[in-house]
């Protein structure tokens, strides 16, 4: 007799999609869950896809003939299903089912009903529903922010970005994505969520994004960002204050120049002496990143100046930082 206790876990087959074209061998595809009633039969869940083949095992001792064609009585299937017979023993323990529609499936033992009889039930389901994906810019930072309304199986978000100033192909298909940052998904869940990503420190340029929704399948989407992102040149000279600081041994010096030139970035002691030359060349307007290595050197006080000669502008601005050893 099938135990009254329901065992249902909930588990889904995600295909990739790339914008709105399904990345799959099957075209008819359908996401689906398949939930199986306990019985002499495992597994009692399933994940698979519509036009995938369903093999379950025998874990009984006697020889059954399974059916489910919606003829015999006590057993239905849903528009579109295909029939099956099955015999199972001992010695010939699994059968395999090609799934052809979402729906529910009774099956029942054509000589031991309704000892052995049960019901499959093939549901469709949804993958993560993004609601937004959206970016915004302030000066060399991009800030990327998306939520979802429900979330099914969601392992992680992979951050994807693509440099495009230099390319000459705007098509997805042809643009070679680097992932820059890893989120954690939420499992399955009806609850809203908000995500938000800060991409910093970029270079003058144009970039696009994408967000990779992984299953615990590693299944996976793609949700692709619809505009192109604008890093542009900054409006004036500015030099930012060093970070970390204190430091050891590392720093970042971070500057922005407005337009092309001549930049010189040094390092001076607390007696006015230049210990080190990070850059001295020209350079391209744009927000600008140089790293302080103070492996060698004594800790404490040090000022970094930067110096920018360009066509019409000259400028210079010095700030404190410390190195603590």
């Known amino acids: 007799m099938i135990n009254a206790k329901k065992k249902y876990v909930r588990c889904i087959f995600m295909i990739g999609l790339l914008i709105q074209c399904m990345v799959c061998s099957r075209s008819d595809s359908k996401i689906i869950r398949i939930e199986v009633e306990e019985s002499k039969f495992t597994p009692e869940y399933v994940h698979a896809n519509v036009g995938d083949t369903v093999k379950w095992f025998y874990n009984g001792n006697g020889f059954q003939t399974i059916t489910c064609d919606g003829a015999f009585p006590g057993t239905s299937l849903p528009p579109g299903g295909e029939s099956w017979d099955a015999s199972v023993s001992a010695s010939c323990t699994s059968f395999s089912y090609v799934l052809h529609a979402a729906g529910s499936y009774y099956y029942v033992s054509k000589f031991h009903a309704p000892t052995m009889a049960g019901r499959i039930v093939a549901e469709s389901m949804l993958p993560v529903e993004l609601n937004d994906f959206v970016a915004t810019t302030i000066k060399n930072e991009v800030i990327l922010d998306w939520s979802t309304s429900g979330e099914v199986n969601n392992d992680r978000f992979e951050i994807q970005r693509i440099e495009l100033t230099?390319?000459?192909?705007?098509?997805p298909d042809d643009l070679s994505f680097v992932t820059i940052a890893i989120m954690n998904g939420h499992g399955t869940s009806n609850l809203s969520f908000d995500y938000r990503y800060q991409d910093k420190n970029l270079r003058t340029g144009v970039y696009l994004y994408r967000l990779k929704q992984v299953d615990f399948n590693s299944n996976y989407i793609y949700h692709l960002l619809r505009d192109e992102?604008?890093?542009?040149?900054?409006?004036?000279?500015?030099?930012?204050q060093?970070?970390?600081?204190?430091?050891?041994?590392?720093?970042k010096i971070n500057f922005e120049i407005p337009q092309d030139g001549i930049v010189k970035v040094s390092v001076y002691d607390v007696r006015g002496i230049e210990v080190s030359v990070l850059l001295n060349q020209f350079t391209e307007a744009g927000y600008k990143s140089m790293e302080f290595n103070g492996t060698g050197f004594s800790g404490g006080t040090y000022f970094y100046r930067v110096d920018f000669r360009g066509k019409d502008l000259e400028k210079s601005e010095t700030k404190k930082m410390i190195m603590i050893k």
């Open 242 to 251: 060093n970070f970390p600081n204190p430091f050891n041994p590392e720093t």
């Open 229 to 240: 992102v604008t890093v542009g040149v900054p409006a004036k000279f500015n030099v930012s």
């Open 166 to 171: 230099n390319n000459k192909t705007d098509d």
